[in-house]
């Protein structure tokens, strides 16, 4: 299993910017496909972003596309979320999940989340 521990989180005025980081230990990091949620107060748990093994493919929620970018290195074991144009409804804790490629052995991976509060 992965473990994962996101930082960078933090108070910033709508409008602003933030970079996240997840920071992978224990696997090959190179196997996981990596994703960022977030979890607002009083809602569900919601994807954000997606990038591929290798960082060629990503995917992003429509309400962040044009606005975050998911990124990785994976000689350093560290996937990024790039945050700009912030609002206050992406006011969420952001999590970071590990998943193994299909036709790796392994299993999902949450980290303990990271705050995120945009003020208006």
């Known amino acids: 299993q992965v473990q994962l521990v996101e930082s960078g989180g933090g108070l910033v005025q709508a409008g602003g910017s933030l970079r996240l980081s997840c920071a992978a230990s224990g696997r090959t990091f190179s196997n996981y496909q990596m994703r960022w949620y977030r979890q607002a107060p009083g809602k569900e748990r919601e994807f954000v972003a997606l990038i591929s093994v290798g960082g060629r493919s990503t995917t992003y929620a429509d309400s962040v596309k044009g606005r975050f970018a998911i990124s990785r290195n994976n000689a350093r074991n560290i996937v990024y979320l790039q945050m700009n144009s912030l609002k206050s409804e992406d006011t969420a804790i952001y999590y970071c999940?590990?998943?193994?490629?299909?036709?790796?052995?392994?299993?999902?991976?949450w980290g303990q989340g990271t705050q995120v509060t945009v003020s208006s």
């Open positions: 999940n590990a998943s193994p490629s299909p036709g790796v052995i392994g299993t999902a991976s």
